[in-house]
């Protein structure tokens, strides 16, 4: 066994030299493009589950309705600071020409609750019917990639 641990095979001696030979030339000059390299993965879309898509949907949707109702109440907001208000009521009550009857109010028929009422009905039927076409557009697409074989996606990065 001593004899055997002793002895020094050639070839490796050899190939020893030749990585040492080699590890210098590598390190002398990377080579630099002028552009720099891309990476490409060609994807192909054939399923989306459903499940996924509803919940998805649900959430952005809910997130939509948010906005919109903090957008109507800002719009209102807006314009009953402008005046319009005023303007309107003074605007009716002209046309009318009734000074002695009651003056004529804008805001007894449309004002800030029945408004912001009727937003929060707006953006629950959008939550309900945003949520169902998005997850009927899911089925659908899954029936079309059957068929047609999906969508292919080719992601790209540059590095």
């Keep these: 066994m001593d004899k055997a641990t002793s002895v020094k095979p050639a070839k490796p001696e050899k190939h020893a030299k030749a990585e040492h030979a080699a590890v ?26 459903p499940w996924s898509v509803m919940k998805t949907s649900f959430l952005l949707s809910i997130a939509f309705g948010i906005v ?3 957008a109507v109440f800002i719009v209102w907001s807006a314009i009953g600071a402008a005046g319009v208000f005023d303007n309107i009521n003074n605007t009716v009550t002209e046309v009318l ?6 003056p004529f109010r804008i ?5 800030t609750g029945k408004v ?15 949520t169902a076409l998005a997850t009927l557009g899911s ?6 990639a059957t068929l047609l074989g999906g969508l292919e996606v080719t992601l790209a990065s540059e590095d």
Aim: glycine share 4%.
């Design 24 to 49: 210098p030339k590598a390190q002398k000059a990377p080579k630099t493009s002028s552009r720099p390299q891309t990476r490409k993965a060609r994807l192909r879309m054939s399923r989306i589950d």
């Design 68 to 70: 919109t109702w903090v």
């Design 97 to 102: 020409g009734t000074p002695a009857a009651e």
């Design 107 to 111: 805001e007894n028929y449309i004002n």
């Design 116 to 130: 912001m009422g009727f937003t929060t009905l707006l953006a629950c039927a959008d939550v309900l019917i945003i």
């Design 139 to 144: 089925f659908l697409y899954n029936i079309a």
